[in-house]
């Protein structure tokens, strides 16, 4: 089993930048593949990064490749997403989850171990 708790959210004005941090707990953290989604007021969870249980692959929703990047620390349990050139789009609720099922790895429904997010606002 897995829990994830995101942290490192905050304001920042626009073309900043911030590193959100996904620390997981269990013994089957690192045989996992991870993700982050976000969520803004009113829209539907969006995926953002996906990053292999090895941390060889990653993968970037296209709005964000470029300026985020996905990683993670086995031996620290712990996944971060590196978010650079910050713009107003970006606010939202951002979320980490294992990738526990198959298919296809931009669909939430995926995903399982929830955190109960960061909250990054960006100001123009």
């Known amino acids: 089993q897995v829990q994830s708790v995101e942290s490192g959210g905050g304001l920042v004005q626009a073309g900043g930048s911030l590193r959100l941090s996904c620390a997981a707990s269990g013994r089957t953290f690192s045989s996992y593949a991870m993700g982050w989604f976000r969520q803004a007021p009113g829209k539907e969870r969006e995926f953002v990064a996906h990053i292999s249980w090895s941390g060889g692959i990653t993968y970037y929703a296209d709005s964000v490749k470029g300026r985020f990047t996905i990683s993670r620390d086995n031996a620290k349990n712990t996944v971060y997403l590196q978010m650079n050139s910050l713009k107003p789009d970006d606010t939202a609720v951002y979320y980490c989850?294992?990738?526990?099922?198959?298919?296809?790895?931009?669909?939430?429904?995926?995903?399982?171990?929830w955190g109960q997010g960061t909250q990054v606002t960006v100001s123009s």
């Open positions: 989850a294992a990738k526990t099922k198959g298919g296809n790895y931009t669909l939430e429904r995926g995903y399982d171990y």
